[in-house]
């Protein structure tokens, strides 16, 4: 009996497991967040609108390549009292590892990367307008239907020019919540 249940745990746990090789996939992605900064800026949040294109590396990694034409961060003003909106433009990739893929209904994504950020004022205001955009996280994904994911998960994302721009380098990092769907 204990050899036919390994025979039957062997043949069958690597076929659960097993997934078909992924393949380049479109994503629409909505992310957004709130940052604490040092007292000098306050708090600040951001919003944002993303295209992602999935391409596989190999087994289980991939590189995901972000275009974010629609980012805005709320900030407060140094130099003046109150609060500004900005807008921004980012793109950048990030290395993934995916669990549980394939003809499974549930995934798991680990993400990590960085991209270059611009934006019409500095961000954080004590800042630059030139800034590099770097994300990590993870997302959760539920198969909708044979082609389409629904995806939710959580990214840290950090701000800054990494002291490109004069002696100082500002930042603002941001607990953010994504959103995405596979196009």
Known sequence: ??????LVFVITVPRLHAADPPKPVWRL?????????????GFAEFAGIAFTRDLPLGHRFG?????YPALLIHQTRTLRAGRETIPAVSAGGLLTY??????SRFGLRLEGGAGLFYSRDPVPAAGSRFNFF??????LSVRLGDDRRL?????????????????????????????????
């Open 1 to 6: 009996m204990l050899r036919g249940f390994v």
């Open 151 to 183: 995806w939710a998960g959580y990214r840290r994302v950090h701000i800054s020019n990494l002291g490109l721009v004069g002696d100082d380098n500002p930042g603002l990092s941001f607990h953010s919540l994504v959103l995405a769907i596979d196009l």
């Open 29 to 41: 992605l909505a992310q957004g967040g709130q940052a604490s900064a040092p007292t000098s800026q």
């Open 63 to 67: 590189l995901s390549v972000e275009a």
């Open 98 to 103: 995916a669990i549980g893929f394939g003809r």
């Open 134 to 139: 770097d994300q990590g996280g993870a997302q």
